[in-house]
Antibody
């Protein structure tokens, strides 16, 4: 059974940094692309970033490009999202997603002074 | 970036009704479209991939159609557990994008 467990969310001041993690199990992690998707309170879904399985090529939404960095450690079956220069509008639940058919439970990031 | 426009943004329907939600892409995306269902406080659930392929375990009352720029999600007979918000997502090119969502409520 696929399991995706996010962690690392919390309350952070504007301009601060945070690193999210997603521990994956139940599948061959290094063969699959992974994504982060976020959802601001009461709002819709927003795709944030994706990383390929082996070569680690990355893509980002314009709203986070230059501030967020996606990475993975295939030896630890873990996906990361390094978030820098955080803004109020980055407040959201962040989901780790495999292929669209498996989602974690999400971790809440609140950016507020 | 490819824009996805969902309509309607919300609808009210009776149990047993046939419900149709549309998703229009700002440029052609072949059949690279997925549909998700999200209930309050829960993670989204994949319903349809590749425009019309039913995800395993999803009831057959859900169906998807379309290609190019116009897509449709149909619920043939709405059930109580189907009241939720539905999203389309294009997977044709980066940045991947979602539609704005359609909230299906009880009439």
């Amino acid at each position: 059974e696929v399991q995706l467990l996010e962690s690392g969310g919390g309350l952070i001041h504007p301009g601060g940094s945070l690193r999210l993690s997603c521990a994956a199990s139940g599948f061959t992690f290094n063969t699959y692309a992974m994504s982060w998707v976020r959802q601001a309170p009461g709002r819709g879904l927003e795709w944030v970033s994706a990383i390929s399985g082996s070569r680690g090529s990355t893509n980002y939404a314009d709203s986070v490009k230059g501030r967020f960095t996606i990475s993975r450690d295939n030896s630890k079956n873990t996906l990361y999202l390094q978030m820098n220069s955080l803004r109020d509008e980055d407040t959201a639940i962040y989901y780790c997603v495999l292929n669209g058919d498996s989602w974690g439970q999400g971790t809440l990031v609140t950016v507020s002074s | 970036a490819i824009q996805l426009t969902q309509s309607p943004s919300s609808l009210s329907a009776f149990v047993g009704d046939r419900v149709t939600i549309t998703c229009r892409a700002s440029q052609g995306i072949s059949s690279a479209l997925a549909w998700y269902q999200q209930k309050p406080g829960k993670s989204p659930k994949l319903l349809i991939f590749d425009g019309s392929s039913l995800e395993s375990g999803v009831p057959s009352r859900f169906s998807g159609s379309g290609s190019g720029t116009d897509f449709t999600l149909t619920i043939s007979s709405l059930q109580p557990e189907d009241f939720a918000t539905y999203y389309c997502q294009q997977l044709n090119s980066y940045p991947l994008t979602f539609g704005g969502g359609t909230k299906v409520e009880i009439k």
